[in-house]
Each structure stands twice: as C-alpha cells, then as structure tokens.
Nanobody
Framework: EVQLVESGGGLVQAGGSLRLSCAASGFTFDDYHIGWFRQAPGKEREGISCISSSDGSTVYADSVKGRFTIASDNAKSTVYLQMNSLKPEDTAVYYC?????????????????????WGQGAQVTVSS
C-alpha cells in the first residue's frame, strides 16, 4: 500500500520555524520526485517546492524562496521541509506528494495534477 505521511505541523508565532516530514512507503522512492503543496481555506492548492530523489535538484515557489528548504533522506524514504521566518500567510494545510521521476524538476513539478500519490495533510498555523 502506497503511503505518504506528513508530520511536524502545528501552531507557531510569526517569525518562527517548523519542520515538516513526509515519510514514504509502498513504492520505490528513487522512482519519484517528492513535492510539497499547501492549501489555505478558499484558495487553490499551491505548489511550494519539489526535490528529485535521483539527483537532488530542487525548485521553490517565489513565495517561499529563501525561507523554506527542502531536503531528502533517501535511506529513510523521507523528505523534509524546513520552514523559517514563517508569516501568517503561510497558514495552510501542507501536503506532500509523489510524481514520476521522468518529469524534470521545475515549473511542471509545481502542478498538482502531475502527482500520483498524496499524503493526508498537516495543518500549519502561523499567528501574528
């Protein structure tokens, strides 16, 4: 059974930090990129970052560039999203997802529809 399980969400004050984890199982980790998305109430799901399991290449949305860092531990089949300098507008449900590795990491990997598998989501709330 394919599973992506997010953890590490919570409530933090503006300017604070959180680290999300995405633990993958049930598929060959090296055959997929792992992306992070978020969805705030009343808004569309937004791609924020993606990392290649094969070569470690990354992409970030402009809204998080310089504040968020994505990293992968292939031995643990786990991807992390370190979120620093958090702002109230970062409040959302954060999802990780898996996309086939044949797609080049870049703008295309910020589109939800190309992803095959999704986690259940983790709530991140940033208070002002």
């Amino acid at each position: 059974e394919v599973q992506l399980v997010e953890s590490g969400g919570g409530l933090v004050q503006a300017g604070g930090s959180l680290r999300l984890s995405c633990a993958a199982s049930g598929f060959t980790f090296d055959d997929y990129h792992i992306g992070w998305f978020r969805q705030a109430p009343g808004k569309e799901r937004e791609g924020i970052s993606c990392i290649s399991s094969s070569d470690g290449s990354t992409v970030y949305a402009d809204s998080v560039k310089g504040r968020f860092t994505i990293a992968s531990d292939n031995a643990k089949s786990t991807v992390y999203l370190q979120m620093n300098s958090l702002k109230p507008e970062d409040t959302a449900v954060y999802y990780c997802a898996a996309a086939p590795v044949w797609i080049v990491v870049g703008s295309l990997t910020m589109i939800p529809s190309i992803y095959d598998y999704w986690g259940q989501g983790a709530q991140v709330t940033v208070s002002s």
